[in-house]
């Protein structure tokens, strides 16, 4: 089926009798006939529900939703975007190894694996996305598990050459994660160019209305893991809190997220709520039509600004001449997304006036969703960072990102007008 089809018709599929749309399974418990049955469950000898801490069924018609969208053989919803990114490393990292990750990365993300899981014993060494892979090649150490990027960078706009970095990993025997929000899969899709575990914020895009918080992390199914045993023990030598299991030599294909599921969400517990999920579960299936035109928009506010004599600079990889034109085009051939950094003449003080005085366009946290926003990173997303690491993101100190939603064009650049006026 086709990306359209796929987000209405996949997922859920009602037998005889069933409702049509997709259930809420809005209970923490699931009953069965015989403790022989239950203990066979907490024993993974057989597939089911018992505790919506691990596993809930409407989470995992969505999970499947989104893992056919990425062409994936398994995925799990977590309970937002930057846990679908703690699971994704820790899944396969504990202390005493190492992550390479892209410095573009958001803010959040950021922090997550350079501060948060420092102190839980993980290193990091932050890359130059666009340095030459001999450059990187450096970064990568004999503990290195994981290489991680976004394949369209918060707020930076960097479009990831990922055929580069899926190459660079997979020379060190590791795999490739990366997270994919502002594409979606829609516009993008990393496993065809080697990626092999791919996240998302559905907070963003997937859901599209800010409604819900959630993420989703997917497994392509292509990194053998079972082939390097001593760089990856938690998937290949046996899990003793459970009978001593080796989840490469059960589950195969679907050993990572198996031991995600089991392991981390047993443990840790974000899971994202039925609620959620249902709630992404109806964004998602509008995702292809609002993402048509978050870019159309896009594409014609960067043109507007680009032509402004009060805007300093525009950055959005749809515009000829920019930086990333030419990856955005092999990787993102029907559009990036709806985001566009750009800066003012007057600085920091002029990007203050200017957001202040929009009237429709809202100054929010928020990103990526129907409708228009605006933030001024250094100030709010990313202000745990210093000058240095926020030159590194590439944030600079007048950058604003604007969110374009799906309102009429001509009523977003009239916003944008006044307001520059």
Request: aromatic content about 8%; overall charge negative.
């Amino acid at each position: 089926m086709k990306k359209e089809t796929i987000c209405i018709q996949s997922g859920w599929k009602p037998k005889n009798g069933e409702a049509r749309v997709l259930p809420i399974y809005q209970s923490t418990t699931f009953k069965y006939e015989s403790s022989e049955q239950m203990g066979r469950l907490f024993d993974l000898e057989e597939s089911g529900y018992f505790y919506t801490r691990l596993q809930n069924p409407t989470n995992d018609f969505v999970a499947q939703k989104i893992c056919e969208l990425e062409g994936g053989v398994a995925a799990m919803l977590t309970s937002s975007g930057q846990a679908a990114n703690h699971y994704a490393v820790f899944n396969i990292c504990e202390a005493g190894d190492h992550v390479v990750m892209s410095s573009t990365v958001y803010g959040g993300s950021f922090n997550l694996i350079t501060c948060t899981m420092k102190k839980m014993g993980i290193e990091c060494t932050v890359v130059d996305p666009d340095a030459p892979a001999q450059e990187l090649e450096k970064a990568f150490r004999d503990n290195t598990k994981c290489v991680f990027a976004e394949t369209i960078a918060n707020p930076a706009l960097v479009v990831l050459d990922i055929e580069k970095f899926a190459k660079l990993a997979h020379t060190h025997q590791v795999p490739l994660i990366v997270d994919n929000t502002f594409a979606t899969p829609i516009n993008c899709n990393p496993f065809m160019w080697g990626a092999d575990i791919v996240t998302h914020s559905t907070t963003k895009y997937m859901d599209g209305h800010a409604m819900a918080v959630g993420g989703c992390i997917v497994d392509s199914g292509n990194f053998d893991w079972a082939a390097y045993p001593e760089k990856f023990p938690g998937l290949c030598t046996p899990d003793e809190s459970y009978h001593g299991i080796v989840y490469t030599e059960k589950f195969g294909k679907a050993a990572y997220i198996t031991k995600a599921t089991s392991q981390l969400m047993r443990d840790l517990g974000s899971i994202q709520s039925p609620q959620n999920a249902f709630l992404l579960n109806v964004g998602l299936e509008t995702l292809p039509l609002r993402m048509e035109r978050h870019c159309y928009n896009a594409q014609k506010c960067a043109e507007f600004l680009q032509s402004h004599e009060k805007v300093a600079w525009v950055n959005y990889p749809g515009l000829p001449g920019n930086k990333y034109y030419e990856l955005a085009k092999k990787y993102m051939p029907n559009g990036t997304c709806g985001v566009i950094s750009f800066g003012l003449k007057g600085g920091r003080e002029a990007a203050a006036k200017m957001m202040d005085r929009l009237e429709m366009a809202a100054i929010v946290t928020h990103v990526a969703d129907a409708r228009t926003s605006v933030l001024h990173p250094a100030s709010h997303t990313h202000r745990q960072m210093n000058d240095e690491q926020l030159k590194e993101a590439g944030v600079a100190p007048d950058l604003i990102r604007l969110s374009v939603g799906i309102e009429h064009i001509d009523d977003i650049i009239a916003d944008l007008s006044q307001s520059l006026a």
